[in-house]
């Protein structure tokens, strides 16, 4: 009978070890993607997500040009997304942009200072991508599910 | 004559120079007549280091035993511009000082016209015209930019600055190609050009020392194949480079000159990398054939290897260690140089064939945009090995310790 009860507590806390994990994950101020309003694909692919952030895809599918903002790298938001959304570290980011920048084969992101000033860039650029927490979206922008 | 080939080379690099000026001059004067989208695609990237260098016996970077040297400098500014989506017009101006091999010059680093073809959510394929930076394993394209590599100095097996002019940038055209896949992205570099053949570098490291006749570069091929997974948590590389070069002999007798020849020389370069949170390890491996045809000998291939490990191991965002051991050998059936040494027509001794570096480092990145690094080598050999620092090669010690410090600013 103490084995079963036992037995019973490891599965329900196997069980539930992944929800709380992506309920921690995908939590209320977890950072989403972002695009300027005029931007309405129904959702985007994680590898175009990468390939926009990396700064090698440089249009949207309706070829306007795509306008990458990011925080700084020492952001906590930024590090969150780049590690939970990109599923990049930061530090490999930032080098995958250099390696663009100093070899004269691509351009960085522009960089913005807080994630006001994220949104603002964001809402007035036409083919704009950035991320926010959550909880900062305002109806100025769209958010664009990951899929 | 060889001054005259450098006046020569100087005239063209200040025209370009103000070739440059002139079109960064016309470019900032009419960007108020441009829309607002031409300010927001121009971009100006820079960098700048400064190196201190100090060793225990021999020289590098300068006169960099007792007190040390502080002849190691390295500056970059950039600009890109984006005129249509597809199209990127982008240069960068080098000025580099390292010791008696680059006393100091300015040179335009890279000068080019991105255009790209065909842009999907899969696919990137693309030319590009001009001076193209060389693709070769992991390091080579950003190898001036500290913020771009492990170390202050890059393992010098598979990167040796003593002939960087070679590996540095090729006038010519290349191709690119990016597939991303479910399983990884792959990208692909082709290219075809006139890779630079400064005799400053050249000459000692072939010679030993400056001779009067002067190198020029034929053209030359370079392919590399990148593999990437999961954004880069796994990346593979293979480069192919084919770099062909001539000597024209002034003609005057031995000692003061040799007789005319031609190099080829091909790296296959085999690379790896895992890159963990908080941890990376990469390994490159070179299998190099360095045919010489003429100098008055006869016909002659060196199989070399080279091959270095390294491991990083990042404590937090600002701190960084490394080690890393790298070899070099010049002849890799000639692992401790006594066959090569004894037919060496310029007496060289038996461990110029060969080197063996064990790196120790810590990187400190205070903020982004700022970083200091120090290191230490202990190398058993001397084969990249500045010989223009050195100007006697048969007056230096086997056994050296060198220890570095660099400071970088990026914007």
């Given at each position: 009978m103490k084995r079963q009860v036992l037995h019973c507590l490891a599965r329900c806390i196997l069980l539930c070890l992944p929800i709380l994990a992506i309920a921690d994950e995908q939590g209320a101020d977890s950072p989403v993607i972002i695009v300027s309003p005029q931007q309405t694909p129904a959702a985007i692919s994680k590898n175009a997500?990468?390939?926009?952030?990396?700064?090698?895809?440089?249009n949207w599918p309706d070829q306007t040009p795509v306008h990458v903002f990011v925080l700084r790298d020492d952001n906590p938001t930024h590090s969150v997304f780049s590690k939970q959304i990109l599923n990049i570290y930061p530090h490999q980011?930032?080098?995958?942009?250099?390696?663009?920048?100093?070899?004269?084969?691509?351009?960085?992101?522009?960089?913005?200072?807080?994630?006001?000033?994220?949104?603002?860039?964001?809402?007035?650029?036409?083919?704009?991508?950035?991320?926010?927490s959550r909880s900062m979206v305002n109806d100025?922008?769209?958010?664009?599910?990951?899929? | 004559m060889t001054e005259s080939i450098c006046s020569q080379s100087n005239n063209s690099l200040s025209r370009i120079?103000?070739?440059?000026?002139?079109?960064?001059?016309?470019?900032?004067?009419?960007?108020?007549?441009?829309?607002?989208?031409?300010a927001e695609n121009l971009q100006f990237h820079g960098f700048a280091s400064q190196?201190?260098?100090?060793?225990?016996?021999?020289?590098?970077?300068?006169?960099?035993?007792?007190?040390?040297?502080?002849?190691?400098?390295?500056?970059?500014?950039?600009?890109?511009?984006?005129?249509?989506?597809h199209l990127q017009l982008s240069g960068q101006l080098l000025f580099r000082r390292a010791g008696e091999t680059q006393p100091g010059n300015l040179l335009l680093d890279y000068g080019l016209l991105d255009y790209t073809l065909l842009s999907d959510e899969t696919n990137r394929w693309g030319l590009r015209l001009g001076r193209v930076k060389n693709p070769t394993g992991f390091y080579n394209e950003t190898r001036d930019v500290a913020f771009t590599r492990p170390s202050i100095l890059l393992p010098q097996s598979i990167y040796p600055d003593s002939i960087r002019s070679l590996s540095l940038s090729s006038d010519g055209l290349s191709a690119y190609g990016e597939r991303r896949t479910e399983y990884g992205d792959f990208f692909l570099t082709l290219g075809a050009g006139y890779p630079q053949a400064i005799d400053r570098e050249l000459e000692p490291f072939f010679f030993g020392e400056r001779l009067p006749g002067t190198f020029k570069s034929k053209l030359s091929y370079i392919s590399r194949l990148l593999y990437e997974w999961n954004g880069g948590q796994v990346r593979a590389a293979v480069t192919y480079f084919k770099a062909n070069l001539d000597y024209n002999s002034s003609n005057?007798?031995?000692?003061?000159?040799?007789?005319?020849?031609?190099?080829?020389?091909q790296p296959w370069i085999f690379s790896l990398q895992y890159n963990a949170e908080h941890w990376s390890l990469t390994g490159e491996y070179s299998l190099r054939n360095v045919n010489s045809q003429g100098f008055g000998q006869p016909t002659n291939t060196l199989s070399q290897a080279?091959?270095?490990?390294q491991g990083s191991y990042r404590f937090s965002p600002h701190w960084e260690a490394l080690l890393r051991y790298d070899v070099d050998y010049a002849d890799r059936n000639d692992k401790n140089g006594k066959k090569l040494a004894a037919s060496d027509l310029f007496g060289r001794p038996d461990y110029y064939w060969f080197a063996?570096?064990?790196?120790?480092?810590?990187?400190?990145?205070?903020?982004?945009?700022?970083?200091?690094?120090?290191?230490?080598?202990?190398?058993?050999?001397?084969?990249?090995?500045?010989a223009l620092d050195n100007p006697d090669l048969n007056d230096t010690s086997r056994h050296w310790n060198l220890f570095l410090i660099m400071a970088s600013y990026r914007f």
């Amino acid at each position: 009978m103490k084995r079963q009860v036992l037995h019973c507590l490891a599965r329900c806390i196997l069980l539930c070890l992944p929800i709380l994990a992506i309920a921690d994950e995908q939590g209320a101020d977890s950072p989403v993607i972002i695009v300027s309003p005029q931007q309405t694909p129904a959702a985007i692919s994680k590898n175009a997500l990468r390939a926009m952030f990396g700064m090698r895809l440089r249009n949207w599918p309706d070829q306007t040009p795509v306008h990458v903002f990011v925080l700084r790298d020492d952001n906590p938001t930024h590090s969150v997304f780049s590690k939970q959304i990109l599923n990049i570290y930061p530090h490999q980011l930032r080098l995958a942009w250099d390696r663009l920048v100093f070899s004269g084969t691509g351009q960085a992101p522009t960089e913005v200072s807080s994630e006001e000033e994220m949104r603002e860039q964001v809402a007035k650029t036409p083919g704009a991508i950035g991320y926010l927490s959550r909880s900062m979206v305002n109806d100025r922008v769209h958010m664009l599910p990951v899929q | 004559m060889t001054e005259s080939i450098c006046s020569q080379s100087n005239n063209s690099l200040s025209r370009i120079t103000r070739i440059g000026c002139l079109a960064c001059w016309i470019m900032l004067y009419s960007a108020p007549l441009w829309s607002f989208d031409f300010a927001e695609n121009l971009q100006f990237h820079g960098f700048a280091s400064q190196g201190y260098s100090l060793t225990s016996e021999n020289n590098f970077f300068g006169h960099s035993q007792n007190d040390g040297s502080f002849d190691y400098t390295e500056i970059g500014a950039n600009a890109s511009w984006l005129p249509l989506n597809h199209l990127q017009l982008s240069g960068q101006l080098l000025f580099r000082r390292a010791g008696e091999t680059q006393p100091g010059n300015l040179l335009l680093d890279y000068g080019l016209l991105d255009y790209t073809l065909l842009s999907d959510e899969t696919n990137r394929w693309g030319l590009r015209l001009g001076r193209v930076k060389n693709p070769t394993g992991f390091y080579n394209e950003t190898r001036d930019v500290a913020f771009t590599r492990p170390s202050i100095l890059l393992p010098q097996s598979i990167y040796p600055d003593s002939i960087r002019s070679l590996s540095l940038s090729s006038d010519g055209l290349s191709a690119y190609g990016e597939r991303r896949t479910e399983y990884g992205d792959f990208f692909l570099t082709l290219g075809a050009g006139y890779p630079q053949a400064i005799d400053r570098e050249l000459e000692p490291f072939f010679f030993g020392e400056r001779l009067p006749g002067t190198f020029k570069s034929k053209l030359s091929y370079i392919s590399r194949l990148l593999y990437e997974w999961n954004g880069g948590q796994v990346r593979a590389a293979v480069t192919y480079f084919k770099a062909n070069l001539d000597y024209n002999s002034s003609n005057a007798p031995f000692p003061s000159d040799v007789p005319s020849g031609s190099l080829k020389i091909q790296p296959w370069i085999f690379s790896l990398q895992y890159n963990a949170e908080h941890w990376s390890l990469t390994g490159e491996y070179s299998l190099r054939n360095v045919n010489s045809q003429g100098f008055g000998q006869p016909t002659n291939t060196l199989s070399q290897a080279a091959y270095y490990i390294q491991g990083s191991y990042r404590f937090s965002p600002h701190w960084e260690a490394l080690l890393r051991y790298d070899v070099d050998y010049a002849d890799r059936n000639d692992k401790n140089g006594k066959k090569l040494a004894a037919s060496d027509l310029f007496g060289r001794p038996d461990y110029y064939w060969f080197a063996k570096d064990w790196t120790s480092g810590l990187t400190w990145n205070i903020i982004p945009e700022f970083m200091l690094r120090a290191e230490y080598h202990y190398v058993d050999g001397i084969r990249w090995l500045p010989a223009l620092d050195n100007p006697d090669l048969n007056d230096t010690s086997r056994h050296w310790n060198l220890f570095l410090i660099m400071a970088s600013y990026r914007f």
